[in-house]
């Protein structure tokens, strides 16, 4: 490819994010919505001096979906976002003016007062965390919005506790992260850049200031042994214990590993190890029901399904076992307002 083919390559699959146009909501009728007030809401409003906040605490918030930046810098081994699987994206991300101008205008236009940055990793870098906290706290943003955020555990494990109150001050009530599994070596197997202890230290310290946590996990990871399975089990226990001792909650979303075409860990399947592409691709419905986790499971059925093969040691009727007890439990926890973060 000569230089001028690659430059229009590349404006055409990574233009200047700043330049676009904000969502027109039109094309998106269940966005924004109405979500149901919950306790975190009551709690934020009742330390803010602010209407707005306070209605939402009754009503519900109206929430919208927003995406803050696109891409991420990491090489996660099963996730189609990761760097390697996206050679022609360029990671952008949107200045912190852009991005409260769509924020104002979601007000403005639909009474919006809760926003979901749905990014692929939207606190994904230390300084542009910075970059946009101060632009947040100049425009007041805490005093009159909520908003949930994509994470990283290992950056949030770096900012300093100053740095978590300004997050707080500024109205994020929950971060989604990538916890994956309570057993460092397969933490490592996956190239997550995490430890299990440091999740549970940043889980604390987010807890402990109010916001709110919705961790993921992978259950079967290639690899992934009976004792780094109950590695995991143990890790959930244990976050949900810490929740239960902080003012945050905890949310633990559990799936069973999937591998996805152009992912680190496809290219591991299917050119070291052997695994014949359309195998990995015969994705099937899983019925978790007979574990005793329908209503659990009630939203999740999209996610339901698998290819049927143990890529680890334990069997796969074992792995669903062990997700829907977990899933049960959550929704247990939430049945009874622990964890119900938003
Ligand atoms: S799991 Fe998250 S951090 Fe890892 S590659 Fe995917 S988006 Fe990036």
Redesign the pocket.
């Known amino acids: 490819m000569g230089v001028a083919e690659a430059r229009t390559r590349a404006r055409m699959l990574g233009p200047d994010i700043d330049s676009l146009p904000y969502v027109d909501r039109a094309f998106l009728p269940q966005d924004p919505y109405r979500a149901a007030p919950t306790p975190v809401d009551r709690r934020i409003a009742a330390r803010r001096d602010s209407r707005r906040l306070a209605a939402a605490a009754v009503r519900g918030h109206l929430e919208a979906n927003i995406v803050g930046s696109r891409g991420?810098p990491?090489?996660?081994g099963f996730?189609g976002?990761?760097w390697s699987a996206n050679p022609d994206v360029r990671i952008r991300v949107r200045s912190p003016e852009n991005v409260i101008g769509e924020l104002e205008a979601l007000h403005d236009e639909y009474g919006v007062s809760a926003f979901r940055f749905v990014d692929?990793?939207f606190l994904g870098v230390r300084d542009v965390i910075h970059r946009h906290m101060r632009a947040f706290a100049g425009h007041g943003i805490g005093e009159k919005y909520v908003w949930d955020a994509t994470g990283?555990i290992n950056v949030l494990d770096r900012l300093e506790d100053r740095d978590l109150d300004v997050l707080a001050a500024n109205g994020l009530r929950e971060v989604a992260l990538?916890i994956e599994s309570g057993s460092d070596r397969m933490l490592q197997v996956m190239d997550k850049r995490i430890t299990a202890a440091m999740t549970e230290d940043v889980t604390r310290r987010l807890l402990r200031r109010g916001i709110g946590v919705k961790g993921y996990f992978i259950l079967g990871y290639p690899g992934e042994t009976r004792a780094d399975l109950d590695a995991t089990v143990r890790h959930i226990r244990k976050l949900w214990d810490l929740a239960d001792r902080s003012p945050g909650g905890i949310r633990a979303s559990v799936f069973e590993f999937r591998p996805y075409p152009g992912t680190p860990v496809w290219k591991t399947l299917t050119e070291e190890q052997g695994y014949a592409p359309d195998d990995l691709l015969a994705y099937a419905d899983v019925d978790l029901t007979r574990d005793g986790a329908d209503e659990s499971m009630r939203q999740r059925d999209e996610f339901n399904f698998s290819v049927g093969i143990p890529f680890g040691e334990v069997p796969v009727e074992q792995l669903r076992a062990t997700l829907a007890l977990l899933t049960r439990e959550q929704h247990e926890r939430d049945q009874a307002g622990l964890g119900t973060a938003a």
């Open positions: 991420c990491y090489n996660c996730c976002a990761a692929d990793l990283r990538g």
